[in-house]
């Protein structure tokens, strides 16, 4: 029996384009109303979460930036959080100073990023339909390394942006044989996304689970997604969309429809509750 639903956010409960459907969204408040606990499994910062999702009544909690921080939603408050260890963002620059790369760093739930990034993400591999959502919640720095330097023992986790699959898999290489304190994850071909070493969205669904009193057979997580493959694995249901990567599908329980296509819905009303 579902007790407990983790959603990832980006190409599985979201549109295309950003937005949370009807569909959808009378899909999570009918669990909701059943007695289902549902929260958010995110990549992004808190501070970047849509407000039609937060504004869901019933939606209790987030799982953020790749499960480094748990926030409660009615209040804002993080209940839960790790730190990158300034060693390991010290090491992130220095393994990454040689290549054509830009970054992101997360702050208390804050999104900062580099000016050539919000001037121009595509360049940097971000898609068209991405270009908004960078700019409108990223913080501007125009010296992203000196900002990451000056908040080195702050960084709930960082990224970094690059348009070379090649070049991610050897930086992704060169970072793990160099600091076995962190976490990496990959939501989108352009970002290599850095946390804690017991960070992870596995983390934060384990983290509730054990704060509300549910089993993990009991759990079903949403995903796309890479960052989202610990998740999926761990959950008694693990439920991945028509859109997924092809590795993701081949580790689910199941497999949706598309995020374009109410996925989320489907599953949750012709799989999850019956």
Do not use: W
Not at 158 to 177: F, S
Not at 218 to 240: K, S
């Amino acid at each position: 029996m579902v007790k407990l639903i983790a959603l990832d956010l980006d190409r599985t409960t979201l549109t295309s384009d950003g937005h949370l459907s009807e569909a959808n969204k009378r899909a999570l408040s009918g669990a909701i109303k059943r007695g289902v606990h549902v929260c958010i499994a995110s990549g992004r910062a808190f501070d970047t979460l849509p407000e039609e999702v937060l504004n869901v009544q019933g939606i209790e909690y987030a799982i953020t930036s790749n499960g480094a921080s748990v926030y409660r939603i009615a209040d804002r408050k993080c209940i839960k959080s790790y730190i990158l260890k300034p060693q390991s963002v010290d090491n992130v620059l220095s393994v990454c100073k040689q290549y054509p790369v830009t970054y992101e760093a997360f702050i208390r739930g804050c999104a900062y990023a580099a000016k050539e990034y919000i001037d121009n993400p595509v360049k940097y591999g971000a898609t068209e339909n991405a270009i908004q959502y960078v700019r409108s919640t990223r913080i501007l720095k125009e010296d992203i390394i000196q900002f990451i330097n000056e908040h080195r023992s702050e960084l709930d986790c960082m990224d970094v942006v690059l348009d070379d699959d090649i070049l991610k898999r050897k930086i992704i290489d060169e970072l793990y044989e160099s600091d076995k304190d962190i976490y990496i994850t990959s939501s989108v071909k352009q970002l290599i996304e850095i946390s804690y070493k017991d960070a992870g969205k596995r983390s934060g669904v384990q983290y509730l689970a054990g704060l509300l009193g549910i089993d993990r057979k009991d759990i079903a997580a949403f995903g796309d997604a890479d960052n989202d493959i610990d998740m999926i694995q761990f959950a008694g249901y693990g439920v991945v969309m028509g859109n997924a990567t092809e590795h993701l599908k081949s580790i689910a329980d199941y497999v949706t429809k598309s995020n374009d296509e109410d996925g989320v819905a489907y599953a949750i009303e012709n799989i999850l509750l019956n």
